[in-house]
């Protein structure tokens, strides 16, 4: 008998697992985690169990996630999450709560087992942070290489706005954005770079990001754009300071190294060696009195 009450509980769980799963197989939603499906779904209109979700909560409590929708702008740009939304990395976070907390309540049998799931809520978001800071970092580092090829452009004898658009298909994060910048600028039929004082749209899209050295770079194109004859001269002055400017960067990050591996090498070095020696110790010393 005390057998079957051990097991009760799985098998409460199962059965609770079983019937969401019919309920949701009987609204025919679909479970693709690939971009291809959730290019295809959006495509068709259809939506997925997370975004359902996602938007339901949204739509009810009136959320604004602006952090996480200009996270999932750097992912998209970087070629990851494609097809997805604010709603759906949400309800990816309610579902994976939901369930871990549920999971871990039924094997573990202690309420204490929740706060599982409220881990378990925070994940997509921080992997969404995760994958938005890669990209933001791969910006940054490919920035002078973008300078330096307009400017070469540019000496070329090609105009700046010409220059901006072959530097499109520069690989990486920084061709994705000039490339979104040009597409955005041609079906408004607005122009991609300033003119007559007004900023351009390349400028526009690059300072909604929030990357303040990509807004810096937006501005400084936009200033060689209205140099005029001094625009090649211009942007090879450009190019070299932010060359000047990323190798600075590159060498306080390693004079900084140093402090920032500290933490980690405590947590993941000290503490498991000091555990290992003190624990045995203590239990010792517990056995004595006990």
């Known amino acids: 008998m005390s057998a079957l009450t051990q097991y ?3 098998a409460a769980g199962l059965v609770i697992a079983l019937l969401v799963y019919s309920v949701l197989a009987s609204l025919n939603l679909s479970f693709s985690s ?5 290019l295809a779904r959006f495509s068709e209109g259809q939506k997925s169990v997370p975004d359902r979700v996602g938007e339901g909560v949204m739509s009810r409590f009136g959320l604004d996630l602006g952090d996480w929708e200009t996270n999932l702008r750097w992912a998209q740009l970087s070629g990851e999450y494609l097809g997805a939304s604010t709603a759906s990395v949400l309800g990816l976070a309610i579902l994976s709560a939901g369930g871990a ?19 378990a809520f925070f994940y997509p978001s921080m992997q969404l942070k995760s994958a938005a800071e890669k990209a933001r ?16 452009e540019m000496a070329a004898g090609v105009s700046v706005e010409e220059a901006l658009g072959r ?19 041609d079906t408004s039929h607005q122009l991609l770079l300033a003119h007559a004082g007004s900023p351009g749209t390349f400028r526009v899209f690059c300072d909604a990001l929030g990357l303040p050295q990509l807004s810096a770079f937006a501005a400084q194109i ?44 405590t947590m993941y070095f000290f503490v498991p060696m000091l555990a290992t020696l003190l624990v045995p110790l203590f239990m010792g010393v517990l056995a004595l009195f006990g």
């Open 8 to 10: 009760l509980p799985l």
């Open 34 to 38: 690939t971009a291809s499906g959730r």
């Open 101 to 119: 907390g549920i999971l871990a309540f039924v094997l573990l049998k202690n309420p204490l087992a929740l706060l599982i799931g409220a881990a």
């Open 137 to 152: 970092t791969a910006t940054r580092r490919c920035l002078p290489e973008a300078a330096a090829f307009i400017a070469g």
């Open 167 to 185: 530097a499109s298909r520069l690989p990486g994060v920084i061709g994705s954005i000039i490339g979104e910048a040009k597409v955005v600028a």
């Open 222 to 265: 936009d200033m060689v754009a209205l140099r005029g004859a001094e625009g090649p001269r211009q942007m090879s002055a450009v190019a070299k300071g932010l060359a000047r400017d990323y190798r600075s960067e590159v060498t306080r990050n390693a004079t900084n190294l140093d402090n920032q591996l500290l933490f980690p090498t």
